[in-house]
């Protein structure tokens, strides 16, 4: 440990001496974490100290860090949040300018500082008032000065926390939800406020704070080593960034994962969401005994009356009402009953667990305590009361989420289920994910809860919702690792052979329907074929189809829609009747719909592009009914125009000079009956939303097709001249776009895949390039997701022919390096 002598400290020649110190301290890499924090604390406390004694101070006076200073944890750009205390004894002025001796040469430094000069009877009043003072000032230290002034101040402080604790707490709950509601948890968020998100720094200070009143006690398993790992994260990002910050910004994660020694950014997140975790944990138990012993004290004088009134003054039972075997329900928690044995009743955690997430009860500390250290495992498989036991848990909707995290907090969860250890705290990088892995499989369990009426085995159902990414924690495809694995912990829970094979598959495809609905042509006969092949049964589309909705209902609000739910719903329906026997239709056959027939006959007629914008959504649910899940993104937009080169380009492009985004495009030609004229028209039938603002208007539109087809209106140089005058923030550097020739085995078209960042104009630029290719396009199909864009092309060569497989190849390698 480096000794840093301050002793010659002086205000004139301290601040050189304790910047040169500083500097040496915090660039040392040997010492870091609470040895550093402390040894940066005891510098300042010297330097401080030798600025306060060369000011000659009065008689009567102290200098005081409170806060996270007082606590002596300071990280290399925290402020220095200090108290000038005096007993009013010494002339104003002289106090005036004491503090101008201490404060001007922090400034001078560029160190940021919180600072007051009080007596001890107006801080005691300011923290009568100000609820975030009274805490800063349970923390309070004397760095220099009389000591003895700032001992009375501390007792009076913390007395007077404990005797208004309860009307403060209540308050201090408030203050707690409200910013959490504000800033987010802690635990799942790619970007996370170390400090104020809930599960961070401030809770961990809070619940000192509650500690100290009294009235309840947080429990400390691994409370001090997670608000460590916090504060280490905390220097770490101080250090790189050099600024006073608690954000943990994606584009700084990597440099503090290495500053810590960690092996990547994931693995930092994962520390820091596992650390947020048993802060939350702590805070849940902690204010459910405060509001436990405020409330039993609330009442306690009706029943001391009761009391005095019954006859020898009897005390009056506890209420214990049963739940389920050996499970009770005593002071709005679920406790084991004084009957149960634990070390006998190995299926015991899991009844505990249901009866209380069914009852909507939080499962008491003490229980959860006791299950986890005396509890037997269960046999392999389970038997069938447990697996009845776990399906009733995830078939209780939200309370399940509260009753899951306690069992989860001591160890529960992964001895029940090994495979659990992987996902837990796992970041999920993709912004359009709300949860860490694991908190959006018990999301997705919620979810599904309200479907099972939907399906024969709801069983099945909240079991496969529970385990569908549980491959996330392996290497490669997800959704490949998760049916081996799903596989395995469907026979050790105890399911026969025919439903765990059911489990494994619906694990394996359930991406399947809403990739395929969303990026595929339905009208494809191969698209359904392939579905049904993959699916086999009427009973596995059933629980397919509700997983689709649960999962993404759990993931996020950009990740379903009514449009999204009406084209999974369409896929299904086609699918369905696949494997029920009937036949498909034929997709050259199918009929254009009235609306696009006049459309197309208009076009045929004028020889000009033709459009019909319909400004209400277009939604999926009957008429009268609510929606189930978000409104659809966008508007109907339809265009008839006659079959002419750069269709794709010129509607792309104009579409993106209005600020309209593609949420999905349709372009296929219509073969008019006979007798309504002659011609090839194609009809594109698009989804469109406005960036922002009302959409335009539907002559705009059309004025600026026409112009784009006849050459007249340049969009790639309009695009460009907009980007230029409005450049477009960027952040972390998108992956590079990826173009790949899907294996679709359709018979229509070769089936072209981009997955690439969304951004104006990406479908514009990516007609271009094919129209340089002289190839045509049957139709297209968007898939937006936050800034992830997956667009699905079916071309064929001009005659209608598929492109051979090397020509294909040559396209996709082409359209890839156009879009770079």
């Known amino acids: 440990m480096t000794n840093l002598d301050t002793s010659d400290t002086t205000e004139e020649s301290g601040p050189g001496g304790y910047a040169a110190a500083r500097l040496f301290l915090l660039q040392e890499k040997e010492q870091a974490g609470p040895p550093r924090r402390a040894a ?22 102290a200098l005081v860090a409170v806060g996270g200073y007082g606590r002596a944890e300071l990280s290399p750009r925290s402020d220095l949040d200090l108290l000038l205390l005096h007993d009013g004894t010494a002339d104003k002025a002289a106090v005036a300018a004491l503090a101008d001796r201490i404060w001007y040469p922090v400034w001078d430094l560029g160190l940021a500082l919180d600072h ?25 230290r004397t760095v220099a000065g009389d000591a003895g002034l700032v001992a009375a101040l501390r007792t009076t402080v913390l007395a007077d926390w404990r005797n208004q604790a309860p009307r403060r707490l209540p308050e201090l709950d408030a203050l707690c939800r409200e910013r959490a509601e504000r800033v987010g948890e802690l635990q799942y968020l790619l970007e996370p406020d170390l400090k104020e998100a809930r599960g961070g720094l401030r809770d961990a200070q809070v619940l ?8 309840a006690d947080a429990p400390r398993e691994g409370l001090d080593v997670a608000r460590r ?16 910050t608690d954000r943990l910004a994606l584009q700084e994660q990597d440099a503090v994962a290495a500053g810590l020694g960690l092996l990547d950014a994931d693995t930092l997140l994962r520390e820091v969401y596992e650390a947020a975790r048993t802060i939350s944990y702590a805070t849940d138990v902690t204010w459910r005994e405060v509001n436990r012993v405020l409330k039993a004290r609330s009442a306690r004088p009706a029943r001391l009356r009761s009391l005095l009134s019954r006859s020898g003054g009897a005390k009056p039972p506890v209420e214990r009402t049963p739940l389920a075997e050996g499970v009770v329900e005593m002071d709005g928690e679920a406790v084991l009953a004084r009957s149960a044995r634990p070390e006998r009743d190995p299926v015991l955690p899991l009844r505990a667990a249901a009866a209380a997430a069914q009852s909507a009860l939080p499962i008491s500390l003490h229980a959860v305590r006791r299950l986890a250290a005396a509890a037997r495992p269960l046999p392999v498989p389970w038997p069938a009361e447990a697996r009845e036991e776990l399906v009733t848990l995830l078939g209780a909707g939200e309370a399940t989420v509260p009753v899951w995290e306690a069992l989860e907090a001591e160890g529960l969860v992964t001895r029940l289920l090994p495979d659990w250890e992987r996902v837990r705290c796992r970041p999920q990088r993709n912004p359009v994910h709300t949860w860490t892995v694991d908190r959006h499989l018990v999301e997705t369990a919620v979810r599904a809860s309200s479907l099972t009426r939907r399906v024969g085995r709801p069983d099945l159902l909240l079991v496969a919702a529970l385990l569908h990414d549980i491959g996330k924690g392996w290497p490669g495809d997800h959704s490949v690792a998760g049916e081996t694995i799903a596989r395995d912990l469907a026979a050790r829970i105890g399911f026969d052979r025919t439903d765990t ?18 990026r ?19 009973g596995t589309l059933e629980l397919l189809h509700a997983l689709t909705e649960a999962d993404a ?5 950009a990740a379903w829609s009514s449009w999204r739910a009406s084209l999974v719903a369409d896929l299904v329906k086609r699918v369905a009747g696949v494997l029920a026997g009937e036949p498909l239709p034929d997709p050259e056959a199918a009929a254009p719909s009235a609306e696009q027939e006049r459309l197309a006959i208009e076009a045929l007629r004028t020889g000009e592009p033709v459009l019909a914008l319909h400004t209400e959504p277009v939604a999926a649910e009957p008429e009268g009914t609510e929606p189930e ?55 594109l039938d698009w989804r469109v939303a406005a960036e922002y603002g009302s959409l335009p208007e539907a002559t705009r539109l059309r004025a600026d097709l026409v112009r784009a087809l006849d050459g007249s209106l340049d969009i790639p140089a309009r695009l460009a001249e907009r980007e230029a005058a409005y450049p477009r923030r960027r952040g972390l550097t998108a992956p590079p776009p990826r173009v790949t020739v899907a294996a679709a085995d359709s018979r229509l078209a070769t089936v072209i895949e981009v997955r690439a960042q969304d951004a104006p104009g990406l479908l514009h630029r990516i007609g271009r390039a094919l129209e340089g290719a002289a190839v045509r396009v049957r139709s297209a199909h968007v898939s937006t997701l936050g800034a992830n864009a997956v667009d699905t092309l079916y071309v064929t060569r001009p005659d209608g022919s598929l492109l051979p497989d090397e020509e294909a190849i040559d396209l996709a390698r082409a359209l890839e390096e156009a879009l770079r």
């Not at 300042?44 to 000659?56: E, K, S």
């Not at 790992?229 to 006073?244: F, I, P, S």
């Not at 042509?521 to 699916?535: E, F, I, K, N």
């Not at 008839?640 to 372009?667: C, I, K």
Request: proline share 7%; no cysteine.
């Open 229 to 244: 790992r916090l504060l280490d994260a905390r220097d770490a990002l101080h250090l790189v960034t050099g600024r006073a």
């Open 553 to 557: 209902l759990a993931t996020g609000p």
């Open 629 to 683: 899940g978000p409104e659809p993104v966008g508007v109907e937009l339809l265009i008839a125009l006659p079959d002419q080169p750069g269709v794709l380009p010129a509607v792309a492009g104009v579409l993106a000079l209005h600020r309209l985004t593609v949420r999905a495009a349709d372009l296929r030609a219509v073969e008019l009956p006979t007798g309504l004229g002659s011609g090839s028209v194609l009809v």
């Open 208 to 215: 000192r704070a509650v500690a100290a009143s009294w009235l």
């Open 501 to 518: 094979a059911v489990i494994a598959t619906v694990v394996r495809h359930h991406l399947l329907l809403v990739e395929t609905a969303t």
């Open 520 to 538: 595929r042509d339905l009208d494809d006969p191969a698209t359904v074929q392939s579905v049904a092949g993959a699916v086999g049964t009427l």
């Open 40 to 61: 940066l604390a005891r510098l300042t406390d010297d330097w401080l100290a030798g600025l306060f004694a060369a000011a000659a101070p009065p008689r009567g006076t």
């Open 116 to 140: 007051s000069v009080r007596t001890p009877a107006e801080a005691r009043a300011t923290a009568g008032e100000d609820l975030k003072v009274h805490l800063g000032l349970l923390d309070a």
